[in-house]
């Protein structure tokens, strides 16, 4: 792992794997640009068109006097992580309440589960004022699981998160459990044996259409988005202002974002090993003719020994409605995908991760996926970056030792419940307004010096992908 987290982390490739989202890209959005050459003077540029970036913008042009913003984005906007991952609006808080109530003690341990549970909820909620089509689902998910360790683990959570906050059972720890029958009969998992299911609430949604929908509101109110122009460089200045190096020339800023996720050890030497890349996969399944013909009420995870699937079915009457998502796999690479790790190369995709994800949905279902559609299983693939921390944190906050340089980055596999919250957390921090987050705001999230100073201890803290860790 060592080897892997220095690999030097590079500018988002170009030619990336075309995701499912993303096709077509956005007509109006995907290769805007506010004018030929980047301005000369700006009050702060965020470097980024994620999600993280986009509200960060959204949230600035929220406060009085934000003055000028840029947005720089290296390839077309949102064709990153965001624009390339499962949709799946899903906190599982019960998997990492345990290690975290044990590492950072319990009251961290709630205000995470919080945030998480909160997130989702105003993600869904934004999207709904917004009238922003994204094909947003709201509703449940299942974990199958097929390990009885797993299984005992994840029962004694949701018992510790019960306890822990009796006042949220029919929210944050609203949890039913189900047996091995009912999760054949309800959930329709007649493949391989599982231990049983736990369900809870949740929902999907087009990250890509979701984040393609603010970035129109945000252009729209101020916002100037240089698509297709790398920030190839941030240098502080004499006077303390800051200046980013692009492919349309130089800007000075009062201040800069990275709102740059697995990609920010390229601008900010600091986290170089501290973000990790780490590469994800999807395959879009169309689906086995013994699917509901109304579709899977739920969305899914698979949870086993070492690793796990997140699944996502279309919603009705959305583009291929019924199609299922199914990303994961991780482990049943070589070197139990080790070499996923600090690599930015999202132009191609793992043979060994694409054969493995594309058995999965017979594997899963049994005689409920039935035949294969028509024109056969698989309708696309595609891989994603993300950033990994060694505490499994996402990094928020002013980057220590350089004013005026903040950062919200590294949201593991799980930052559509993280990063809303998060971009409105760092604009306060932004405003000078830290002390009204000590309320909700995990201290664990914040970006320090101590936090810097902590290595990978051997493979990758990954307590949402429930990987063991392995020397
Ligand atoms: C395959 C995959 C599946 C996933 N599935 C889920 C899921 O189902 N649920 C979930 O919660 N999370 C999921 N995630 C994680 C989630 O997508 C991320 O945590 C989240 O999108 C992070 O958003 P972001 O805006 O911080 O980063 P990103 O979306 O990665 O945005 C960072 C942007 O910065 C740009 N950039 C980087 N460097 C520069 C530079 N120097 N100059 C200009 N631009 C630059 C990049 O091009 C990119 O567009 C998945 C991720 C992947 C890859």
């Given at each position: 792992?060592?080897?892997?987290?220095?690999?030097?982390?590079?500018?988002?490739?170009?030619?990336?794997?075309?995701?499912?989202?993303?096709?077509?890209?956005?007509?109006?959005?995907?290769?805007?640009?506010?004018?030929?050459?980047?301005?000369?003077?700006?009050?702060?540029?965020?470097?980024?068109?994620?999600?993280?970036?986009?509200?960060?913008?959204?949230?600035?042009?929220?406060?009085?006097?934000?003055?000028?913003?840029?947005?720089?984005?290296?390839?077309?906007?949102?064709?990153?992580?965001?624009?390339?991952?499962?949709?799946?609006?899903k906190g599982a808080s019960y998997r990492s309440f345990h290690d975290n109530a044990h590492s950072i003690g319990t009251e961290e341990a709630i205000k995470i589960a919080r945030l998480e549970y909160?997130?989702?909820?105003?993600?869904?909620?934004?999207?709904?004022?917004?009238?922003?089509?994204?094909?947003?689902?709201?509703?449940?998910t299942v974990d199958i699981i097929y390990d009885q360790a797993q299984w005992d683990t994840g029962v004694k959570s949701i018992e510790a998160m019960r306890k822990a906050m009796p006042?949220l059972l029919d929210t944050v720890a609203g949890y039913k459990i189900w047996?091995?029958?009912?999760?054949?009969?309800?959930?329709?998992?007649?493949?391989?044996?599982c231990v049983g299911a736990i369900s809870y609430e949740a929902?999907?949604?087009?990250?890509?259409?979701?984040?393609?929908?603010?970035?129109?509101?945000?252009?729209?109110?101020?916002?100037?988005?240089?698509?297709?122009?790398?920030?190839?460089?941030?240098?502080?200045?004499?006077?303390?202002?800051?200046?980013?190096?692009?492919?349309?020339?130089?800007?000075?800023?009062?201040?800069?974002?990275?709102?740059?996720?697995?990609?920010?050890?390229?601008?900010?030497?600091?986290?170089?090993?501290?973000?990790?890349?780490?590469?994800?996969?999807?395959?879009?399944?169309?689906?086995?003719?013994?699917?509901?013909?109304?579709?899977?009420?739920?969305?899914?995870s698979f949870i086993y020994k070492n690793g796990y699937?997140?699944?996502?079915?279309?919603?009705?009457?959305?583009?291929?409605?019924?199609?299922?998502?199914?990303?994961?796999?991780?482990?049943?690479?070589?070197?139990?995908?080790?070499?996923?790790?600090?690599?930015?190369?999202?132009?191609?995709?793992?043979?060994?991760?694409?054969?493995?994800?594309?058995?999965?949905?017979?594997?899963?279902?049994?005689?409920?996926?039935?035949?294969?559609?028509?024109?056969?299983?698989?309708?696309?693939?595609?891989?994603?970056?993300?950033?990994?921390?060694?505490?499994g944190f996402?990094?928020?906050?002013?980057?220590?030792?350089?004013?005026?340089?903040?950062?919200?980055?590294?949201?593991q596999?799980h930052?559509?419940v993280?990063?809303?919250?998060?971009?409105?957390?760092?604009?306060?921090?932004?405003?000078?307004?830290?002390?009204?987050?000590?309320?909700?705001?995990p201290?664990a999230?914040?970006?320090?010096?101590?936090?810097?100073?902590?290595?990978?201890?051997?493979?990758?803290h990954t307590k949402h992908l429930d990987i063991e860790t392995?020397?």
């Amino acid at each position: 792992m060592d080897a892997r987290s220095a690999i030097p982390v590079t500018l988002p490739r170009a030619n990336p794997t075309i995701s499912y989202w993303q096709e077509p890209p956005d007509p109006e959005i995907a290769d805007y640009l506010s004018s030929k050459q980047v301005p000369e003077i700006a009050d702060t540029v965020i470097i980024g068109s994620g999600i993280t970036g986009t509200f960060v913008a959204w949230n600035l042009l929220q406060t009085p006097d934000h003055g000028k913003i840029v947005m720089l984005e290296a390839r077309q906007a949102c064709s990153g992580a965001t624009g390339r991952n499962g949709g799946h609006t899903k906190g599982a808080s019960y998997r990492s309440f345990h290690d975290n109530a044990h590492s950072i003690g319990t009251e961290e341990a709630i205000k995470i589960a919080r945030l998480e549970y909160d997130n989702i909820k105003a993600v869904h909620a934004f999207a709904r004022e917004h009238n922003i089509d994204c094909d947003l689902f709201s509703g449940d998910t299942v974990d199958i699981i097929y390990d009885q360790a797993q299984w005992d683990t994840g029962v004694k959570s949701i018992e510790a998160m019960r306890k822990a906050m009796p006042e949220l059972l029919d929210t944050v720890a609203g949890y039913k459990i189900w047996s091995k029958e009912e999760a054949k009969e309800k959930f329709y998992a007649k493949g391989e044996e599982c231990v049983g299911a736990i369900s809870y609430e949740a929902g999907s949604l087009s990250a890509y259409k979701f984040v393609i929908g603010v970035l129109k509101m945000v252009v729209k109110s101020g916002l100037e988005l240089f698509t297709n122009t790398p920030a190839t460089k941030v240098e502080k200045r004499e006077d303390g202002t800051w200046s980013v190096q692009t492919s349309r020339g130089v800007v000075i800023a009062k201040r800069v974002v990275l709102a740059t996720n697995g990609y920010t050890g390229f601008l900010c030497e600091k986290f170089q090993g501290k973000i990790v890349p780490l590469r994800g996969q999807i395959t879009a399944h169309r689906p086995g003719t013994n699917q509901p013909v109304s579709g899977l009420p739920t969305t899914y995870s698979f949870i086993y020994k070492n690793g796990y699937e997140y699944m996502i079915p279309r919603p009705q009457g959305t583009k291929y409605a019924g199609d299922i998502i199914m990303g994961g796999g991780l482990v049943m690479a070589k070197d139990e995908g080790l070499n996923e790790f600090g690599t930015t190369d999202d132009t191609t995709i793992n043979e060994e991760i694409s054969s493995y994800l594309t058995a999965t949905t017979p594997r899963y279902f049994g005689s409920n996926w039935g035949d294969d559609h028509e024109d056969s299983r698989i309708r696309k693939q595609w891989t994603g970056i993300m950033g990994y921390s060694p505490d499994g944190f996402p990094f928020i906050g002013e980057v220590p030792g350089e004013k005026n340089l903040w950062m919200a980055a590294s949201f593991q596999g799980h930052g559509m419940v993280l990063c809303f919250l998060c971009a409105r957390a760092l604009v306060a921090m932004m405003g000078g307004e830290e002390e009204k987050l000590a309320s909700w705001f995990p201290e664990a999230f914040k970006v320090s010096e101590e936090r810097l100073k902590k290595k990978f201890a051997g493979r990758l803290h990954t307590k949402h992908l429930d990987i063991e860790t392995k020397p």
